[in-house]
């Protein structure tokens, strides 16, 4: 027992609570997905529903690899790493767009060849934007009121990200916009600069949405939203069937009906399945999950002596946070219709390994407050930190 706790002691760094809630979050995922799987499976692999387990759990794995390789690099190095990501997003999201994979009327997979598998540029450029505008932010404390200095080079990059991805992806790219203004919020913006933010993102975003696939999409889950006259969405009644007849206590693991009529049972009505197989009970504790995994990214915020290590893991963590609290809202009904999986528990590819990217860095953040200390008389945001580019 000494031995293990030792090897945890000196491979697992930074807050153990975290550490926890992402395991526990991975087994259930392991668990719903499975059940949620089996008529994919049915249709698709003659009933092999191991398949998809196999599957999903290996790339679980390979997320928690990379959440760990993450966490264990010195978080200011991001603050570099993020400009040459974001650099290399942009091609990549214009290349998406006009070639592309075309799923669903929106081209936002690219197929990486020999091993199969769709990647969501997306995903990159939306861990080094947050990233990025944190650098930015933080290193731009002392003239944050600044028009010039501060606002014009957060505005151009976040207005160009989520311009181009808005173009296939509006809901992605309304929340990632949401994230930033958080960051900014944070970063000690002033309101009228946010106002001014707020502003030109609605003149783009609504360009974007004009020039691009979605805005029909967009118009008509409003629509069906808001005007109680229309029938409700094929999707969201059967997820409200899931959810009322599971009742308290559920239907036990494996005995969803509805997994079989709900289009993406195991990605974006996720939680209306685990409500279903493990009644409201189940569903309270995933939810108390989530805002365990707030608390302890926003305990690392707190305990942050830098601004970057702050901004930074409260970007990430309002990032995933908030689109768990979007897809669980959309499946209750208190919220349009978006697409959006659900962070941790949905299968997914590439979209795994990010999110275990977004964690590790999160982790690497605690590690580096327990570890990483200012020299006597250095200024916290500068102290050994590596070499970073100044252009924004």
Same mark, same amino acid.
């Given at each position: 027992m000494d031995i293990v706790k030792n090897w945890?002691?000196?491979?697992?760094?930074?807050?153990?609570?975290l550490w926890g809630i992402v395991i526990l979050f991975s087994l259930i995922s392991i668990a719903v997905v499975y059940s949620a799987t089996g008529t994919l499976a049915y249709k698709q692999r003659a009933g092999n529903t191991e398949y998809f387990l196999l599957k999903h759990t290996g790339l679980i794995f390979v997320g928690l690899a990379f959440m760990w390789l993450a966490h264990r690099i010195d978080y200011r190095y991001y603050s570099r790493l993020?400009?040459?990501?974001l650099l290399i997003s942009v091609p990549l999201l214009i290349f998406t767009f006009f070639m592309g994979s075309n799923i669903n009327e929106a081209s936002r997979w690219l197929t990486i060849p020999v091993i199969n598998q769709t990647f969501q540029p997306s995903d990159l450029a939306k861990l080094a934007l947050i990233a990025h505008v944190a650098s930015m932010l933080s290193r731009r404390q002392q003239n944050v009121q600044d028009f010039k200095t501060t606002l014009l080079p957060v505005m151009l990059w976040v207005g160009l990200i989520c311009g181009i991805i808005i173009l296939s992806n509006a809901s992605t790219a309304l !929340?990632?916009?949401?994230?930033c203004l958080l960051l900014m919020f944070i970063g000690r913006v002033p309101l009228k600069q946010m106002a001014v933010m707020v502003a030109i993102g609605a003149v783009v975003g609504g360009v974007g949405l004009a020039t691009g696939q979605r805005m029909k999409t967009v118009i008509s889950r409003i629509e069906n939203f808001t005007d109680k006259s229309k029938p409700v969405p094929f999707q969201?009644?059967?997820?409200y069937i899931a959810i009322a007849t599971g009742g308290v206590t559920g239907k036990g693991p494996g005995n969803s009906t509805e997994r079989n009529i709900l289009p993406?049972?195991?990605?974006?009505?996720?939680?209306a399945v685990i409500i279903e197989e493990y009644g409201m009970v189940g569903g309270a504790f995933v939810v108390f999950l989530y805002l365990a995994f707030l608390y302890?990214?926003?305990?690392t915020v707190v305990n942050s002596y830098g601004a970057f290590g702050g901004l930074l893991s409260a970007? !990430?963590?309002f990032s995933l946070v908030l689109q768990a609290m979007v897809n669980m809202g959309v499946a209750v009904g208190l919220g349009p219709i978006t697409g959006l999986p659900l962070p941790l528990l949905s299968m997914g590819g590439t979209s795994l390994i990010f999110t275990g990217i977004s964690i590790g860095i999160i982790l690497a953040v605690s590690r580096g407050e327990r570890e990483i200390r200012?020299?006597?008389g250095e200024p916290a945001d500068t102290a050994r930190i590596p070499k970073v580019s100044s252009y924004a």
């Open positions: 945890l002691r000196q491979n697992l760094k930074g807050d153990p609570v993020s400009l040459y990501a !929340l990632l916009f949401a994230t969201l009644e059967h997820s993406h049972p195991y990605s974006d009505f996720i939680f302890r990214g926003l305990l970007g !990430l963590t200012p020299m006597v």
